[in-house]
């Protein structure tokens, strides 16, 4: 017996703008296709939002609850009569347009040590052949969530780091040159700056890391995890990276008055080994940068030293307010957006959950007050310049 094919498509991922308790949700539409080679008794179609069922084991699984909760949105496009139970579908393509109305509390899709959130969208079919054979097509999908347009926080994304600071009145670091707002997937440019204070400094290490921080609540006592891992570094080699031909042959120089250096460091892609900055939820995960420079004074003692700053990792999907906006003279700026057309139903049901989502009391989904994660972590030997960089000593 020749079963019809199922074919799914989406417009993208799910983008929501604004906390859990200020988005207004998400309209997720797209299309299903059957194509049915030999007249076919069909007795359900219908398209389906839910979290993926798929088990994230870690020695703390009593504790973390890594899987994912049990979230359904459904779609039903099309159900047999009552009577006969069955319709019969003659050989051809049929084309059926859906739309689901998805909460703005949704947590955003994440891969982390401790939690594991992914979704993905499911178009099933079920036939009358063989005792109720179903035929199925799966999607990935990622739920993301951006400042909404006009925010407070949204003003950050024409912040650039410019920090500094003194070791010892001996060592003067400063960074400076990039946005606080970066994309995954792309090169961080830093320019980096130090000066001697004090001479008999050599130079023999000159880097940049990108760090991930999470934050995780555990157990029902209120507990709190937090862990870190380096998401990115790069550290230049002799002879890489200065500005100036004086200063070239860095590596083992004496510091006498300042080096500049440029550097570039490739941000990985999100949901491998970096994820998105995440402000509310069980999970919050922010990012820092760190200025790396290694020293070695007249005794030949060595030490390490690190300047962080804040950064922000968003996705590719929000664009800030500083973009230029088309017109007529650039047209060749403009873009077309499409837009799904709604239905009556539609517009109740997602009047109805914003309703819902108002009153919600899930202790798992509500906003977390995290304005800033970064003021929550303290370095070890560290101390904490204005809350905006920290210098460490290792």
């Known amino acids: 017996m020749i079963l019809p094919s199922i074919r ?15 988005s207004t949700g998400y309209l997720y539409s797209g299309r299903v296709i059957v194509t049915v080679k030999v007249p076919t008794t069909i007795r359900h179609l219908e398209v389906v939002f839910q979290t993926e069922q798929q088990g994230w084991w870690h020695p703390l699984r009593r504790a973390s609850q890594p899987r994912n909760y049990p979230i359904t949105f459904r779609d039903v496009l099309y159900v047999g009569p009552e009577e006969g139970g069955d319709s019969v579908w003659g050989r051809g393509s049929y ?14 899709t994440m891969y982390t040590e401790l939690r594991r959130i ?28 951006v400042p909404y347009f006009g925010a407070v926080w949204e003003s950050i994304a024409s912040d650039v780091v410019n920090v500094s600071a003194v070791w010892r009145n001996k060592i003067e670091m400063c960074a400076m040159g990039c946005s606080r707002v970066q994309r995954d997937d792309q090169p961080l440019r830093v320019r980096g700056v130090i000066r001697a204070l004090e001479k008999g400094f050599k130079l023999t290490k000159v880097g940049v890391i990108l760090e991930e921080r999470t934050r995780s609540r555990i157990g029902g006592m ?22 100036s031909r004086q200063n070239k042959d860095w590596f083992g120089s004496v510091l006498i008055d300042q080096m500049a250096f440029e550097m570039e460091l490739q941000i990985p892609k999100a949901y491998g080994k970096i994820q998105y900055d995440v402000k509310h939820g069980p999970v919050t995960v922010s990012h820092r ?64 959950v914003l309703r819902n989502n108002r009153n919600s009391s899930d202790s798992d989904m509500e906003a977390e007050a995290n304005a800033d994660t970064s003021r929550r972590w303290s370095s070890i030997g560290g ?12």
């Not at 101390?383 to 290792?394: D, T």
Request: charged share 20%; proline share 4%; aromatic share 8%.
């Open 222 to 243: 209120g507990g709190v995890k937090c862990s870190s891992s380096i998401a990115a570094q790069r550290y230049l080699k002799a002879k890489e990276g200065a500005d």
């Open 383 to 394: 101390v904490e310049l204005g809350g905006a960089a920290s210098f460490a000593l290792q």
């Open 8 to 22: 799914l498509f989406t417009l993208g991922d799910v983008v929501l703008q604004g906390s859990p308790t200020e």
């Open 95 to 108: 084309e059926f347009f859906f739309q689901i109305v998805l909460p703005g509390h949704l947590c955003e």
């Open 118 to 145: 992914s979704y993905e969208v499911r178009a099933n079919l079920q036939t009358g052949v063989l005792g109720g054979t179903r035929r199925t097509a799966v999607q990935a999908v990622a739920v993301k969530r």
């Open 289 to 352: 940068l760190a200025f790396v420079v290694a020293v070695v004074d007249q005794l030949g003692r060595g030490t390490s030293l690190r300047l962080f700053t804040p950064l922000h990792i968003m996705p590719h999907d929000w664009v800030d307010s500083g973009d230029e906006l088309p017109s007529y003279i650039s047209s060749f700026t403009d873009r077309v957006l499409l837009r799904s057309n709604i239905r009556p139903n539609a517009v109740s049901a997602c009047a109805a």
